[in-house]
């Protein structure tokens, strides 16, 4: 299932591979993609939404949409 949402805080490469680590950590299979620039976070997952949203709070980001 593809999952987006908005993230802030997210300003330079490091932050994206953190935050795609973070997703794939816990699902390996996930395609994850990063738009720093409109500040979104894109994932083809099996993750559902809150555990995807958790996945990316625990690096320090604010998940707001």
């Known amino acids: 299932m593809t999952q987006a949402m908005q993230v802030k805080g ?3 490469g490091h932050c ?12 390996p299979a996930a395609t994850v993609q ?3 620039a409109a500040g979104t976070v894109q994932a083809e997952t ?3 939404r809150a555990e995807l949203a958790a996945a990316i ?9």
């Open 57 to 65: 709070a625990a690096e320090g980001y604010t998940v707001t949409g």
């Open 10 to 12: 997210m300003t330079c």
């Open 34 to 36: 990063v738009d720093l």
């Open 46 to 48: 099996t993750l559902s």
């Open 16 to 27: 994206a591979r953190a935050v795609t680590g973070a997703i794939q950590a816990r699902d």
